[in-house]
């Protein structure tokens, strides 16, 4: 159940730590968002270190579809309509950003990287098509209304937005981290103001940056109520019938594609973690319907965290701790979000002023129809009276019968059969105590 990333490349490798050591900028966790901020800690001239629990990329980074685009589902309309249209214009354009970010960092990477046009099509919901096509225009974007794409189902309508971009994202963050200071296999067992103890050593460092997916810290924040997470379903298929752009459903179980190479990327079957879904039945079963010449050659999965509003959380982790940092909440636009946090978080360590970081402040208002949903799955998961138990917050576990791991719909932790950690934010397996996190006062 490898991803075709991880099939096409090689990952380098990097000691762990062996001794205490100082930083101005500690980065903890090894995924895109971690990289991208130790790049462009590094390119600023920033004193800083990564560190990184198991191997770079090897959570929820390699399990991807690495669309790079300011499109993100249906969402102009709703930030005009939630936040005016100042704040979606500053969205829209930290998005643009960070793809011409991409596209310039690529030109000396061997990353596949592609100009594509991006789409957001819709089954049955022309009117929100419209709608969204008015408020990209109203931003500033070029984006038009399309009623037939290169897919074979027929579509209510798709907003068009051009020249965004995919690409092969461990190519790419392989290439990148090959200059940085990253120590892999160096887990933080216990966070206290300015340091950091981990498995090989201690790290003083006058600021923190915390990408480790869902945030490590329950003391602070409440993303425990802010975020909830999302699994999502990929095929790799040849055979197919070749398509020109990246689509994606507006519906929140709908279906997205792209290709690489010779192959068609389906994406679907999507649920909230510990919830049941569709899985890859759902996709085999499409793909059986209308590519029935097309042969399977991976499969894989992913989680992303979702927020409250559809918009991140990246900046001071809470509004008190103006040296601890954090970056999450992506919505599924992990590509074009991690290159923003980087460029976000970049400025903030180093006290420089940003434009973009009131959009994206973790302290903005929660009172969200969603922190009511998670706050019943919260509540629900507590007063199950089954066990297992998740160690993060002793929500029950449910069973996922499709990847034969123990998940929870509360926050989003997965375990193996066996009760390994998979994904956070538990920090240790389900047998053994959680690290000391939340000591950081």
Known sequence: MNSIWTETTSAPQFDSLQQDVKTDVLVIGGGITGILCAYMLQRAGVDYILVEAARICDGITKNTTAKITLQHGIIYDKLIRTFGADLAGLYAKANMEALEQYREICKTIDCDFEKRDSFVYTL??????????????????????????????????????????????????????????????????????????????????????????????????????????????????????????????????????????????????????????????????????????????????????????????????????????????????????????????????????????????????????QLAINAVESLGGLLTPTVPRCPHMGCALKYNRAEHSWDCSCHGSRFTEKGELIDNPATDDKKTPPPKMDNFL
């Open 124 to 369: 049955d919901q022309p009117t929100k098509i419209e709608k969204e096509v008015a408020a990209l225009k109203k931003l500033g974007v070029f984006a038009e209304y399309v009623s037939k794409l290169d897919l074979p189902f027929p579509i209510a309508g798709a907003v068009r937005v051009g020249d965004q971009a995919q690409f092969h994202p461990l190519k790419f963050l392989y290439e990148i981290a090959k200059e940085l200071r990253i120590f892999e296999n160096t887990k933080v067992l216990e966070l206290k103001p300015g340091q950091a103890i981990t498995s090989h050593g201690k790290i003083t460092a006058g600021k923190m940056i915390v990408a480790t997916h869902f945030p490590i810290i329950n003391k602070h924040g409440s993303y425990f109520l802010k975020l909830y997470q999302h699994r999502s379903y990929v095929l790799a298929i040849e055979n197919a019938d070749r398509i020109q752009g990246m689509y994606v459903d507006e519906a929140k179980k709908g279906m997205s594609f792209r290709e690489y190479g010779k192959f068609l990327l389906i994406g679907g079957g999507s649920h909230r973690t510990g919830k049941k879904g569709g899985n890859w039945q759902e996709l085999r079963e499409f793909v059986k319907k209308y590519y029935p010449g097309a042969k399977e050659r991976y499969y894989w999965a992913t989680q992303d965290c979702m927020s409250l509003d559809h918009v991140p959380y990246i900046g001071h982790y809470c509004s008190h701790m103006q040296d601890l940092y954090t970056a999450s909440g992506f919505n599924k636009w992990g590509m074009s979000s991690a290159m923003v946090a980087a460029m976000v978080l970049t400025d903030m360590v180093q006290g420089k002023e940003n434009v973009y970081a009131p959009v994206f402040s973790p302290s903005r208002n929660i009172l969200r129809p």
